[in-house]
């Protein structure tokens, strides 16, 4: 280990700068990253992938930023310098916004990437209020500006008056055809500030991310804020208590590079052979044992789950291994949540929350692909506030647990306070799709001559049930919407069960509003209908509330066995079809004498377009 020469350190934490990325999604911030990477050298151009920082499989096939990434590189600057910049990516998406914030705390500068053809979208926005709520030191890029349609002065003029940010020496740049990069190197050396922190001080490190490596334990991102870290030294995370030894520190760049030490200052990863995952939150502070700082840095606010949905094995066998999986995702995904539940007809699971739909997805995904299991999910649910006559207070995540009527006394649910940003045209196709999903006018602003803010009060269970599709195709790709939670408000909701074969299904029942009860009862079983396969007597499949029946079919019977009419002596199909029986049943689940595909426990969210055909519109 070299001797530490507190001089060169500091004239070197001079030379740092920490920023992020930010945009509403699409607006070219993985492109723009990949360009900085590119044109600093940090990757040989013959490595160079498109968008190089999105390192999950998942995110390269959708073409997503999901988790935020850190990267160091080296900038030869215009003053004969060498800079060093720690580039955070983040997400773009409303459901990762958390993830957002994390990767704001680590940073001084964010980069604020304005699509120039789109211009300032909704959660352009967002992010900059939660860049302004990290006192970052915001510097306006204009991209696409290769586009026929780009208009960089009307984006400049928004970016002023929509945001308030003085844009007229904005970076006008195109990522794709990498002009502009140059000046925007230039502009985060002189625009950002170099990171303060004392490196004599007690050490006092920001863990923003960890990953569980089989190798090396979990390795730990970190924002160093006060202090140095070594190899070697002993430390404590505060908030757990837990206490290690460093066995590795250094920088993504973008692989892993070692250093000698990480300083105030700096972003990299840590080791030290840290097993138990649970020990190192993010947001949790680390110290060093022998001259620990007085108290943690203030860490992230706790995100509230929006979304439940219940996760089941297919094969039950498989508990310990979901539950291990999910143990796993939570480590760099704190927005995770978990419990044990038992459903009588899908056995031993887990009620998972989730902040969103594509959330939902995501974890879902990332549990079959990376961990190897086969699941049944049932449909998603917001968590409702129910009071009993007793004055009993009860929050309920799985619909299946909502108290029998005559107990409750009120339901509430969530309500989040939604804002629209739409070209004129299509401000009548947002505004009756809004009514539609019960929302409550607020207020429209324009944006400018052609463009508007709507804003309204929605029920959260209506805006993550597709809202979003919708209210894409019903303004040809050109909404933007953002929200926010804007608590709980009474609602006249009941609860539909699912009876299958007389047998009520508990992970099928669901919770809406009485108005939409019997149309939904209807469409609902109507869809079971088609998705249950026959089985080899009629099925009654019925949707109730209480005793009462809302709708009723029937699944028919088979006549005969389906191989029966496959010649014998063609014995290559017969195989063909009892394996695609078989393939299909590894998804099913019997439910009490029934075989049910897992499609169908997500069948209630299936029935937009059945609820647009029963409306006739
Ligand atoms: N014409 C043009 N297209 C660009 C430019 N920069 C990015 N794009 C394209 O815009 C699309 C979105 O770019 P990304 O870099 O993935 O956007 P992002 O903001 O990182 O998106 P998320 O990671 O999903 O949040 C891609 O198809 C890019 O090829 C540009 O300067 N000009």
Redesign the pocket.
């Known amino acids: 280990m070299p001797k530490i020469n507190l001089e060169e350190l500091k004239e070197r934490q001079k030379r740092i700068r920490n920023f992020s ?1 930010v ?12 360009r900085i990477l590119e044109q600093t050298h940090t990757v040989a151009e013959r490595d160079m992938q ?2 190089l920082l ?1 390192t999950m499989d998942l ?1 390269r096939e ?4 999901i988790k935020l990434n850190a990267v160091e590189v080296h900038y030869d600057a215009k003053d004969g310098q060498t800079y060093i910049f720690h580039l955070i ?5 409303v459901d990762f916004s958390y993830e957002v914030s994390r990767s704001l705390a680590a940073a001084e500068g964010a980069i604020l ?1 304005v ?2 053809a789109q211009g300032v979208e909704a959660q352009t926005l967002a992010n900059v209020y939660l860049a302004l709520d990290n006192d970052l030191e915001i510097l306006p890029v204009i ?5 026929p349609a780009a208009d960089p002065d009307k984006v400049k003029k928004e970016i002023e008056d929509v945001i308030g940010l003085d844009a007229s020496d904005a970076v006008l ?5 990498g ?1 502009g990069i140059p000046e925007l190197l230039e502009r985060i050396v002189s625009d950002f500030p170099a990171p303060s922190g004392d490196l004599e001080a007690p050490l006092q490190a920001l863990i923003f991310d960890s990953q569980y490596d089989s190798y090396r334990g979990v390795v730990v991102n970190i924002r160093v804020r006060e202090g140095i870290v070594k190899p070697g030294d002993k430390i404590r995370i505060m908030n757990t208590g837990a206490e290690y030894e460093v066995s590795e520190v250094g920088v993504m760049s973008p692989t892993a590079q070692k250093r000698d030490y990480l300083m105030a200052g700096d972003v990299g990863y840590l080791t030290a052979s840290i097993k138990d995952i649970s020990k190192t939150q993010s947001g949790d502070t680390i110290t060093l044992v022998n001259n620990p700082a007085d108290k943690p840095l203030p860490g992230y606010k706790k995100m509230t789950p929006m979304v439940y949905s219940g996760l089941y094995p297919s094969d039950n066998a498989k508990y310990g291994d979901l539950r291990d999986a999910l143990e796993k995702l939570q480590l760099n995904d704190a927005a995770l949540t978990f419990e044990p539940e038992t459903s009588q007809a899908l056995g031993f699971g887990f009620r998972v929350g989730f902040l969103g739909l594509l959330h939902m997805d995501v974890i879902q995904e990332r549990l079959e692909r990376e961990f190897d299991l086969d699941l049944v999910t049932t449909a998603p649910s917001v968590t409702y506030r129910v009071t009993t006559h007793d004055g009993e207070v009860l929050m309920i995540e799985n619909p299946s647990e909502l108290p029998e009527a005559q107990e409750i006394n009120q339901i509430e649910e969530p309500y989040v306070h939604a804002q629209i940003m739409v070209p004129n045209d299509y401000v009548g196709a947002v505004m009756e799709l809004a009514q539609r999903k019960r929302g409550e006018f607020d207020t429209l602003e324009y944006l400018d001559e052609n463009r508007v803010n709507v804003k309204y009060y929605m029920p959260l269970s209506e805006i993550i049930f597709n809202f979003f599709d919708r209210l894409k195709s019903s303004t040809r790709g050109y909404a933007s919407l953002d929200y926010e939670i804007d608590g709980y408000r009474p609602s006249d909701l009941v609860k539909i069960d699912i009876l299958l074969n007389g047998d009520k299904v508990d992970a099928l029942s669901f919770i809406v509003h009485r108005d939409f009860a019997v149309e939904r009862g209807r469409i609902i079983t109507a869809k079971l209908k088609e998705i249950i396969p026959r089985q080899n007597f009629e099925i009654p499949v019925q949707a109730a509330i209480g005793n009462k029946i809302l709708a009723r079919t029937n699944i028919k019977a088979y006549r005969k066995d389906v191989t029966a009419k496959i010649h014998t002596g063609d014995p290559d199909r017969r195989a063909k079809l009892l394996d695609k029986q078989k393939r299909g049943k590894a998804r099913m689940k019997d439910v009490g004498t029934v075989s049910v595909p897992q499609e169908a426990f997500m069948a209630v969210l299936k029935t937009e377009d059945d609820e647009k055909f029963a409306r006739g519109n």
């Open positions: 990325i945009a509403h999604i699409d607006h070219g911030k993985s492109t723009i990253a990949d498109a968008q999105d995110e959708r073409g997503i930023t990516d983040t997400p773009g998406h990437v699509d120039a991209n696409k500006i290769d586009l740049v195109s990522a794709k055809k002009i």
